[in-house]
């Protein structure tokens, strides 16, 4: 009697292992897949009326999910913008507000202090990966993306080392490794499809585990450089013969290359639209892996972009009209540099083919994924979740205002009140400083300045302003 009680306790056992073994996708807390292109502008994706470019897996995205018209990137530039997304705060209380850079390689390190959005994910047991482009501490440093919350990290960690697509080298995690064929000179492995492998491979590992994967795609950064596959060769005959762009002395792989040039290119139409539509590849790569895996019902996909469009390396944005309705570019505060895509896609959670006009920011994010896994949202961040948004359910808070500043071209800060919006240049000299006004509503384009007939509405947001600033040791061009 004492071994068949044995014997029924381990078949018990093994028959609740072998559930566990075959439970379906569905039983899993829901994955979430961050997919973040580099300067890609409002203008440059078919569904919002991009002309020659096809993004035909990013369209239907946004056909089978939510598009949300007035999302805004944290800055109009890279490392500032990812410090805002992963830490909840935006450009006035995040750490890190500029692309500081740290020789020979690497930028001024994220503290591993603060609760950050991978953080989240990974105490609760996610498994978490980062493919693409880091830009927010070097390794070893407190910046580190493991030391930020991230299993795993592939690609470049450097957002200099990552204007080049052809590196002689990227990094796993603390493991430096050598790309075959690319030694600064020669060009042989393009770095962006070996990050591309890695990401699918991290979806197919973790298949029978909830993960978080964040994808920040390095393209369509400068320099404009894609393989001269299919995706080239349609281009360029679409566009027939162009004015080449020539790069500086340093931009060209060689004896003389300087890391952070962008080198020369032949057809820079047909060139950036291939890196485009590569994207837009990589896109429906990652939504076949899914499918092929089972996990797409329970994966809610998320794409937008750092910041505006750029204008580096011979891109031609004028002739793509890459940033669409707006005025300005990447560096600008103008809606042109920060008011981004965003597409989110989780079948049969978020309504197909829908639209939402909700106002929401990067520093959105941390309270909104950390509000969909069910975890409690750090205290004294700036982001509210717009979960209910996305979802369709509940009540939905909203921003009294969004506060962007940035350090770079004589300091630029910029307040988003309602539909009133104030943009302030060349701060750092107060004898120099430009005050601009706009009422989104009538003038999205922001080419009537109405600071002049509303100087009552430019006191009141000028307030906000300093408000919102709080002072910092390392970015202060507005304390001193």
């Known amino acids: 009697m004492k071994h068949h009680l044995i014997l029924f306790s381990v078949l018990i056992v093994l028959s609740c292992q072998g559930k566990d073994q075959i439970r379906t996708p569905s039983e899993f807390p829901p994955n979430v897949i961050f997919i973040l292109a580099d300067d890609l502008g409002y203008g440059d994706l078919g569904f919002l009326g991009q002309q020659y470019i096809e993004t035909p897996n990013i369209d ?62 990974q105490e609760a047991g996610y498994a978490t990966g980062a493919f693409g482009k880091w830009g927010l501490g070097f390794v070893g440093t407190s910046g580190d993306p493991s030391n930020q919350g991230f299993d795993q990290f592939y690609g470049y960690n450097c957002q200099r080392y990552a204007h080049r697509y052809y590196p002689a080298y990227l990094w796993e995690n603390q493991t430096k490794v050598d790309l075959p ?95 485009v539509e590569r994207i ?78 909700h106002v929401s920011a990067f520093w959105d994010w941390l309270p909104t994924l950390a509000e969909l896994i069910g975890k ?15 979802l369709g359910k509940g009540s939905q808070s909203k921003h009294s205002n969004l506060y962007w500043e940035f350090h770079e071209l004589g300091g630029r800060q910029a307040v988003l009140s309602q539909n009133w919006k104030l943009v302030k240049y060349q701060v750092k000299d107060p004898g120099k400083t430009t005050v601009e006004l706009f009422d989104l509503a009538a003038d999205p384009g922001e080419e009537v300045n109405l600071a002049s007939q509303f100087p009552e509405k430019v006191l009141e947001l000028e307030q906000l302003i300093r408000q919102q600033h709080q002072p910092n040791p390392v970015f202060n061009s507005f304390d001193q």
């Open 181 to 275: 064929g690319n030694d600064w000179t020669n060009k042989d492995t393009y770095a962006p499809d070996l990050i591309q492998e890695k990401t699918l491979e991290f979806i197919e590992r973790n298949k029978q585990n909830p993960f978080f994967l964040f994808m920040p795609i390095v393209m369509p950064h400068a320099e404009l450089a894609a393989p001269e596959d299919e995706l080239f060769q349609k281009y360029r005959q679409k566009f027939g013969d162009e004015n080449p762009h020539q790069a500086p002395k340093g931009g060209d792989y060689g004896p003389e290359m300087l890391i952070p040039g962008y080198q020369s290119a032949a057809y820079p139409r047909a060139t950036f639209a291939a890196m």
């Open 376 to 390: 409690e949202t750090p205290k004294h961040i700036d982001g509210i979740s717009f979960l209910p948004s996305i």
């Open 280 to 357: 837009d590849r990589y896109v429906g790569e990652v939504v076949e892996k899914l499918e092929k895996l089972g996990l797409s019902e329970n994966t809610l996909i998320i794409f937008t972009s750092d910041n505006g469009a750029h204008f580096e390396g011979g891109a031609d944005y004028d002739f793509f009209d890459s940033n669409g309705p707006f005025r300005g570019l990447k560096r600008d505060l103008y809606e042109g540099g920060i008011h981004v895509p965003l597409v989110v896609k989780w079948p049969g959670k978020v309504a197909a083919g829908t639209q939402s006009d």
């Open 60 to 121: 239907r995205l946004a056909a089978d999910g939510m598009f949300f018209t007035q999302h805004y990137a944290g800055a109009p530039v890279c490392a500032p913008s990812r410090s805002t997304l992963i830490t909840g705060l935006h450009t006035g209380h995040t750490p890190v507000r500029g692309n500081f850079e740290v020789k020979p390689e690497g930028q001024y390190p994220m503290p591993d202090t603060l609760m950050t959005l991978s953080k989240i994910f």
